[in-house]
């Protein structure tokens, strides 16, 4: 990503988010392997069914680079709201795009009126990410941190 270009978020539907979690595959293409295993844990298999929207991180208003899923009901249907998926591309990591896309999944989350919402997480970097944005978080929705990182 070049320094003058601008990102910008979207909310889309659940219906258009095979095609950004494809086109993030895509813009991953140059990684290797091991550094893309959680995109299908996040997106692929039954995630869908709890999922109504998610907010997209768009380089120049077109390139996904980032992404985060929200269920409102939660993923397995307790009623709790919960952004069930969040993934950065590899080579924007640890440049504040995870805090940027938080940031904007918990305003929509605002809008919708959520008033708490679970993320569970499961690498310590999303661990460190959620805590850390906690202690600023300026949304009006509260985060339950559920700690998922020993299960993997």
Excluded: W
């Excluded at 959680?38 to 907010?55: K, S, T, W």
């Excluded at 069930?84 to 440049?95: D, W």
């Amino acid at each position: 990503m070049e320094s003058n270009e601008t990102i910008v978020s979207r909310v889309i539907e659940q219906q258009l988010i095979g095609d950004v979690v494809s086109r993030l595959e895509a813009n991953c293409i140059n990684n290797p392997p091991e550094v893309m295993p959680f995109l299908p844990l996040l997106f692929g298999g039954d995630r869908y069914h709890c999922v109504d929207e998610a907010v997209v991180l768009l380089v120049g208003g077109v390139k996904p680079v980032a992404i985060a899923t929200i269920a409102p009901l939660g993923e397995s249907g307790n009623g709790q709201p919960e952004i069930v998926g969040l993934y950065v591309i590899p080579n924007l990591r640890k440049h504040r795009i995870g805090q940027f896309l938080l940031q904007k999944t918990l305003e929509r989350c605002a809008e919708r009126s959520f008033p708490t919402v679970t993320i569970c997480v499961i690498t310590q970097a999303g661990k460190h990410l959620v805590q850390s944005f906690k202690k600023t978080n300026n949304t009006g929705v509260e985060i339950n941190l559920v700690d998922c990182v020993s299960i993997f």
